[in-house]
């Protein structure tokens, strides 16, 4: 069977790119383009002799012990000094290098601004409207941030959820009508959470068309609307109309 003349030149093709692709790697390429451990070394060697800007949080925790010790058990154990304070080298080798304090509050609101991707109960404030142009070292100690005195309001660590009800049919319903908030919440959020409603019922005692709670609440057939789901699972509580 003759093989046809098509393939024929699309073989040649193919083996001339091959042998150019192969020339190419081995003879034309120089060693340190195509050697991963050349390029490993080339490129630690480059970092090594870069000057150390950074020296480690370990560093600053043998002069500030005091700091130190607070933050270890705060919020923000987790984060650097060099993080807030910038690059300590040049202070850890003349202490009368003083390192900028982020007292500024646009600092802060790098962390703490309203984020819809942030996880649930990470603190979050609108900075037009939390504390209007105080800066936030006033309210909080940045080495432990929970404020001496816990606002009592939800809004104040909720303020997106205060909004955005604040124009529903639920404008009126404070907020432990329908949470039981552990009075552990209001400094350690994240450890003690609100309640939540978790059945049919909850919603029921206001919106069934047998219930005399709130007469004007809209009323449905709890037994049948909805069927089997959550009432929060079409409708979100704080702005129930705005599903459907």
């Known amino acids: 069977m003759k093989i046809p003349e098509q393939i024929q030149r699309l073989a040649i093709v193919m083996a001339v790119v091959f042998v150019g692709v192969l020339v190419t790697r081995f003879l034309i390429l120089p060693r340190s383009l195509v050697s991963t451990g050349l390029q490993q070394a080339a490129a630690i060697e480059r970092e090594a002799a870069k000057p150390v800007k950074f020296v480690g949080s370990s560093e600053c925790e043998d002069c500030h012990h005091d700091v130190a010790d607070k933050q270890r058990v705060s919020f923000h154990k987790n984060l650097s000094c060099e993080g807030c304070h910038g690059q300590a080298t040049e202070h850890l080798e003349d202490q009368s290098v ?24 990470f603190p979050q404030i609108n900075p037009t409207t939390h504390n ?20 009592a309001e ?6 997106q959820i205060e ?9 009126l319903l404070a907020c432990i009508k329908c949470h039981t908030v552990p009075q552990r919440h209001k400094t350690r959020p994240r450890s003690a959470l609100p309640s939540k409603p978790e059945t049919r019922e909850f919603c029921a005692k206001c919106h069934d068309k047998g219930a005399t709670v709130e007469k004007d609440a809209p009323k449905i057939d709890a037994s049948a609307h909805g069927g089997p789901y959550l009432c929060w699972e079409c409708h979100y509580p704080h702005l129930p109309e705005g599903r459907t």
């Open 98 to 121: 003083e390192l900028p304090s982020p007292g500024k509050r646009k600092f802060c609101p790098l962390c703490h601004a309203f984020d819809p991707s942030r996880p649930t109960g």
């Open 132 to 151: 209007p142009l105080k800066p936030c070292i006033k309210c909080h100690n940045p080495h432990d941030p929970v404020p001496k005195k816990v606002p």
């Open 154 to 159: 939800c809004s104040a660590c909720h303020a």
């Open 163 to 171: 909004r955005t009800k604040a124009i529903s049919s639920h404008a």
